[in-house]
Structure formats: C-alpha cells, structure tokens
C-alpha cells in the first residue's frame, strides 16, 4: 500500500482484539474475510467496524458483516481519499472527450496558478497530479492553518518549496484540489457537480454526495471518533468542515455504493479502454500509484485495485479485482489507527485470496 497522508488524522494508535460479528440471517453467504473484521476494532467502545462484500459470479450475491450496533449496513460515512479515484475518473473522462490531454501542464490551463518558491507549474502535467509525482508540497502536512477554499490550500502549499523534483512519486493532497480547479476551468462547473453528473447519478450512487460547506452527515449515520493523543480518550468529530479536504476528500458514501463504483470504473463502465489503461499504468511510480487508484498484490498472486480513505472520524478501504467482479469495502468509525497495513493486508489476503479462481 502507498504511503497516503490522512486529512485532519491525528496520530495513529490501535489496539486489537475479538469482539462478535453482527450477521444477517437473510445472508447464507460468509465471505472470509468477515472472520478477521473484529480484530479491527479496539476494546475501551468505539470504534466499531463495518465489511461489505460483493461477489459478482456465479450468482449474484453480497455480504455484510459488522462488529456491534453503532455500525449499519447504510450509513452514511465521510470516505476521505477515495474522493480522488471520483475526481481522476473524471479527468480521464475530459481527456477522452478530447476537452483536455494528461499532457497538459498546469499553467496551460491555469496560468500563473503555481509558481513560486520553486515551484513551477510549466513543468506539472495533469498526468503529473493525478498520479502524485508532481512534487508540489502536501498543504495538510502544515497544522499552522485549515483553508477552506482550494485557492487558500494552494496558497498553503506554495509557501513550502517542492517536497521533490517532478517526477518522483510523493503523496499530496495538493495535487487533487488543483484538479479540482482544472475541472471548473475545462466544463465550467465545479468538481462536485461533475461527479453528480458522469457518476453519481449514472450509477444511482444514492448515499453518495458531496458536501461542500455542510458540516453533519446525512441521515443514516453512525458517529466518528478521534483518540486524543495524550489521554487516549475518544472524542467526537462527526461534524466538521469538509471544505479544508476539498477534492481532495470530501466525499461522503456508503458500503455499497463504493463497491459500485469501483466495480463500475474497473468492469469499464465508466472509462474508455484508453483512458482505463492509464488509470492502471503504474510505471511513473514503479507500481506504486496509477492515476487516482492503487494496487495491492496479494500473497496469493491476485492484484487488488482501488483507493483509501482517511479523515478525522472515518477510515474506509475499497479494494476489487481487476475485472471489479469481486469487491470488499471495510470501514471503521475512527481515524486512529496503527498497524492498518498489516492488518489490512491480512484481511484482504483472506477475503480474496480465498477465491483464488477469480480474476487476477
């Protein structure tokens, strides 16, 4: 898994243990991965965590499972990162429309928008954004400010020189928020309306939204929780303010509708062949990152696809096989986490390594 940086995380802290699983009676289906979930959860109340699975053949069927009552199949959930797979879809979209090339650098289409303190927006292509190699420095990293508007964020940015050269793979959140202006500049609208229009109302995403000034989440939801790092006391962040996240994170989905999508954007529903390709193409960042998605090869030989999310009272992971016939999302109801890599990769390993006749 790449490193991705959180947006409003604080540090990250774990514990684990066993807890019962909620089942569906109505659900004959186990998916494997549904017996690793309660060691996802920590033992002091929340956070609880959530699986949905979706298995495409041979017949039809998902599952869900979850680790106690603060947790439902429907909530509504702040996905964090997972905002940037909707933003490059929609680029990729513009390129294969012909409305802009991956080629283009960013002063093209917004003159004079990054330059400064090193940094030189003649040199950052929107291929360069999409898959974090432009260089430019993640404006979350600096706790000296929270801008709530993305021209703020990039200010924010330009005064930190370059984290490195353009060319070389370094996460920033930067990189999508000035996407997200280069969609407004390219269609005339925002971001946002963008994605309603080319994927959430195509695909009938229907718990999936941007917020945009909105602070509460929309009816279902649960609650989030942040672990305060000197007492370890938990501490409610539900409501917060989604512009400091932007098009970098802003989404709000639920389980469902993330399996979706992904398996909508993977299964070529929603790309061209060309403009899929290069979602996948991984070798700027030597097979770390695509544009907007990322694998992850499992210890079976599958390669799973897809994208995190990680903001103040949410962690949520989609992963799918290449064909988006077979998808897991997980979620938990707080940021603070340790040790997610291993955990993670355990949970997927059992989940679709268990299937190892599907798509790789």
Same mark, same amino acid.
């Given at each position: ?9 604080? &540090? ?11 089942? %569906? ?5 186990? $998916?494997?991965?549904?017996?690793? *979930? ?22 039809? @069927? ?7 009552? !603060? ?20 680029? *990729?979209?513009?390129? !294969? ?7 283009? $650098? ?24 999409? !898959?974090?190699?432009?260089? /430019? ?9 929270? &801008? ?17 050269? &353009? ?17 407004? +500049? ?9 994605? +309603? ?7 009938? %995403? ?27 006391? /938990? ?15 802003? /989404? ?15 299964? !070529?529903?929603? %790309?061209? &062949? ?19 998605? @990322? ?21 949520? +992971? $989609? ?35 268990? +299937? ?5």
């Amino acid at each position: 898994m790449p490193k991705l940086r959180a947006l409003f995380a604080t &540090p990250l802290l774990l514990a684990l243990f066993c807890l019962g699983t909620a089942t %569906l009676p109505s659900e004959p289906h186990l $998916t494997p991965a549904a017996t690793y *979930l309660p060691r996802l959860v920590a033992g002091d109340g929340p956070p609880t965590a959530a699986l949905l699975a979706h298995h495409a053949s041979p017949a039809p @069927y998902d599952t869900y499972r979850s680790t106690g009552p !603060g947790i439902h199949r429907a909530d509504r959930f702040r996905a964090g990162s997972i905002t940037k797979t909707f933003v490059a879809t929609v680029v *990729l979209q513009l390129a !294969g429309e012909g409305r802009l090339r991956l080629s283009d $650098t960013v002063d093209r289409l917004l003159p004079g928008l990054i330059h400064g303190n090193g940094n030189d927006g003649r040199r950052i292509t929107l291929r360069a954004l999409l !898959g974090h190699t432009s260089g /430019l420095y993640d404006y979350t990293a600096d706790t000296s400010a929270h &801008p709530v508007s993305a021209t703020a964020a990039v200010r924010l940015a330009l005064a930190h020189r370059p984290t490195n050269a &353009p060319g070389r793979y370094s996460y920033s959140n930067t990189n999508y928020v000035v996407l997200g202006l280069i969609v407004r +500049r390219v269609t005339g609208h925002g971001y946002a309306t963008e994605i +309603r229009h080319r994927i959430i109302t195509p695909l009938h %995403l229907t718990g999936t939204s941007l917020p945009g000034a909105r602070t509460t989440l929309p009816s279902p939801h649960g609650r989030g929780f942040t672990r305060d790092p000197a007492d370890g006391s /938990l501490r409610d962040v539900t409501v917060l303010d989604p512009r400091t996240a932007g098009a970098a994170g802003e /989404l709000i989905s639920t389980l469902a509708d993330l399996n979706r999508f992904y398996a909508a954007l993977l299964g !070529g529903r929603l %790309l061209p &062949p060309a403009q899929l390709a290069a979602l996948l193409n991984t070798g700027a960042t030597h097979g770390v990152y695509g544009l907007g998605i @990322y694998p992850q090869r499992l210890s079976c030989g599958i390669t799973v696809w897809g994208h995190n999310g990680h903001i103040a009272g949410s962690y949520v +992971r $989609t992963a799918a096989t290449r064909d988006g016939r077979h998808t897991l999302t997980y979620r938990v109801d707080t940021d603070t986490l340790t040790g997610t890599e291993t955990l993670e990769s355990a949970l997927l390993d059992t989940e679709f390594c268990g +299937r190892a006749s599907q798509a790789r």
